[in-house]
């Protein structure tokens, strides 16, 4: 089956300093999504974003599909970055969008 | 602008009690819905998706049903809960069509009990 694998699984960073989320994975794919999800647990769509780069606000999304790879930038963070942020491949095709995600990294921005 | 509205927001329930969780998506006709799970500290997990009304596909078997009585509303539950049904349950829409960008509500927290 497919294999997604997010890296690191945590950082912490201080307020104002980057951050470089990885996602690998081990098949073709037909899409990649980031989400943030809160503290709460509620998820939030970032990008999707299944080849090339792609900017919102202080956060960019690459994806390379023959390195099989995707990344998340988050530039100047802010405490209010911090949550997880999950990585979803998408390579089923089909009906249905079925998603592989990964475990996610914890990030946790200190003022 | 397309919404989507889960209930309840938490639940706390007692092994072998029931369990039905709802969705509703509103400002969209004909969605692709989902339902996903994470236990705590784990992975997303797809359990059910449907592309229409009165149809409806098993992702994972976890001793859960899911059903569409309406087009803009999804329903999961169970008869006899689980320890393992703990967790967090979101709903979710995509456009339909394939691989498509999903939007998630904001989640049930499940504690069995």
């Known amino acids: 089956g497919q294999q997604v694998q997010q890296s690191p699984a945590s950082l912490v960073l201080q307020e104002g300093e980057n951050a470089e989320l990885q996602c690998n994975f081990s098949?073709?794919?037909?899409?990649m999504q980031w989400f943030y999800q809160r503290p709460g647990g509620s998820l939030v769509s970032l990008f999707y974003n299944p080849s090339g780069t792609k900017h919102s606000g202080r956060l960019t999304s690459t994806t390379v599909i023959k390195e099989r790879r995707s990344s998340l930038h988050i530039s100047s963070s802010q405490t209010t970055d911090s949550g997880t942020y999950l990585c979803?491949?998408?390579?089923?095709?089909?009906?249905?969008?079925?998603?592989?995600f990964g475990k996610g990294t914890k990030l946790s921005v200190k003022s | 602008a397309q919404t989507i509205h889960q209930w309840p927001v938490a639940e706390i329930k007692a092994v072998g009690s029931p369990l039905s969780l709802g969705c509703t998506i509103k400002g969209k006709s004909s969605p692709n819905l989902y339902w996903y799970w994470q236990a705590t500290g784990g992975t997303l997990q797809q359990l059910f998706y449907?592309?229409?009304?009165?149809?409806v596909e098993s992702v994972v078997q976890l001793n859960l049903s899911a059903s569409r009585p309406k087009d803009d509303q999804f329903i999961l539950s169970t008869e006899k809960l689980l320890l393992s049904h703990s967790g967090f349950y979101l709903c979710a829409w995509s456009w339909t069509g394939t691989n498509e960008r999903l939007f998630f509500g904001h989640g049930t927290k499940l504690s069995v009990l």
């Open positions: 449907s592309i229409t009304v009165g149809q």
């Open positions: 979803a491949l998408g390579g089923s095709g089909g009906s249905n969008a079925k998603l592989t």
């Open positions: 098949t073709s794919l037909n899409s």
